[in-house]
């Protein structure tokens, strides 16, 4: 082996030595200061040493209320008050104003949620009910109209009969808007001609239908599809969810014998 290939040899081993030196020294600074690793702390979901239940997570102080979950309206949230005899009242008004604001956003949700079932126009002779769906209330008739305004929003929150609860899908607000909108609609198709401001224009729904190009049958009576599911009896014994008699949780369906 020649000098200058001695020299190269050292060279390499040297090279190669200070590489594996750093790459120790790195190793060695990384394992020295581990405070923000091994801090003194509860970890989510672990035990802990330091209480008697031997639980990290600690239950919340007694009457103590999240930030943002306060709601001291509780009609706001819950559509009813308690009455004087001590039962659940609903009220017939919205606990904030009713502005076009609201009208448009209630009628938005409701395009979107509640047509399936009860139809635009909200007479239960929905998309789905012409399929072989239970029949959905039709929100014109005496009983709907006479019912209070929390009313549709409890039903909203709870569900009635067939019908879900849609609580997850509507925030309290937007319930409220549904509600408002559900009597504006109400109150529009049981207008009569003494509602109409004076000098207000009134066409005949045939015409509008004609003039938007809709079908003929559009502005007929309405009626129900003959694939709808009829309702059964109202059955007090199953409850009284949305402050009203519930249809049974599990009628019995009766079968005709053939031959």
């Not at 020299?7 to 581990?34: D, E, P």
């Not at 502005?99 to 009628?107: D, P």
């Not at 009134?202 to 309702?231: R, S």
């Amino acid at each position: 082996m020649t000098s200058s290939q001695v020299s190269v040899h050292c060279s390499q081993k040297t090279s190669r030595a200070a590489a594996l030196a750093a790459l120790a020294a790195i190793v060695l600074i990384a394992g020295c200061r581990q405070d923000m690793q091994n801090q003194p702390k509860l970890i989510p979901q672990r035990g802990s040493e330091m209480f008697a239940d031997h639980r990290g997570a600690r239950p919340q102080v007694v009457n103590s209320v999240a930030r943002g979950q306060l709601r001291e309206d509780s009609y706001f949230y819950t559509g009813v008050v308690q009455g004087a005899n001590g039962y659940r009242e609903e009220r017939n008004e919205l606990p904030f104003p009713v502005t076009l604001e609201v009208l448009n956003r209630g009628e938005e949700r409701f395009n979107i949620y509640c047509t399936p079932c009860h139809s635009r126009v909200g007479n239960g002779a929905g998309a789905i009910v012409a399929r072989g769906y239970k029949q959905a209330g039709n929100l014109h008739d005496q009983v709907r109209r006479s019912q209070p305004l929390s009313h549709y929003f409890y039903v909203m929150t709870h569900g009635y009969g067939a019908m879900p609860d849609y609580s997850a899908q509507l925030t309290p607000t937007d319930r409220w808007a549904v509600a408002a909108y559900i009597r504006a609609l109400q109150l529009s198709q049981a207008a009569s001609m003494q509602d109409v401001p004076t000098g207000a224009e009134v066409k005949e729904l045939k015409d509008i239908a004609a003039e938007k190009g809709l079908p003929v049958g559009f502005a007929q009576p309405w009626a129900l599809p003959p694939t709808a599911v009829q309702a059964y009896p109202a059955d007090a014994k199953q409850g009284m969810p949305g402050m009203a008699p519930a249809y049974p949780v599990d009628p019995a369906i009766k079968i005709p014998v053939t031959k």
